[in-house]
Nanobody, 128 residues
Framework: QVQLVESGGGLVQAGGSLRLSCAAS????????MGWFRQAPGKERAFVAA????????YYAGSVKGRFTISRDNAKNTVYLQINSLKPEDTAVYYC?????????????????????WGQGTQVTVSS
């Protein structure tokens, strides 16, 4: 079982930056690929970024590539999402998620069905 708690959201002006954190508790965080998703008002939840359990491999949705950076610190049981050059369309609730444990150091997941554990979300609001 893995419990996830996001933090770092807030209200920021367009062009600003935020760093979201997701603290994990439970067993074997370092065995779980992690991801970030977001859900904007009136829209379905969408994939944002993913990282393998080792941190070696990352993958981004096209709309955020070059502006968002996902990373993890397995010693701190934490995954991060650095968000730069924020746009009003980035406004959403951001969720972190963890898959079940895997053996591959390179595997990452992009579908929400691949994720087993979810946090409660943190709100990011970008003003124009």
């Amino acid at each position: 079982q893995v419990q996830l708690v996001e933090s770092g959201g807030g209200l920021v002006q367009a062009g600003g930056s935020l760093r979201l954190s997701c603290a994990a508790s439970g067993r074997a965080f370092s065995m779980n690929p992690m991801g970030w998703f977001r859900q904007a008002p009136g829209k379905e939840r969408a994939f944002v970024a993913a990282v393998s359990k080792s941190g070696i491999t990352t993958y981004y949705a096209g709309s955020v590539k070059g502006r968002f950076t996902i990373s993890r610190d397995n010693a701190k049981n934490t995954v991060y999402l650095q968000i730069n050059s924020l746009k009003p369309e980035d406004t959403a609730v951001y969720y972190c998620a963890a898959t079940l444990s895997v053996s591959s150091s390179y595997y990452y997941a992009t579908r929400d069905d691949d994720y087993r554990y979810w946090g409660q979300g943190t709100q990011v609001t970008v003003s124009s």
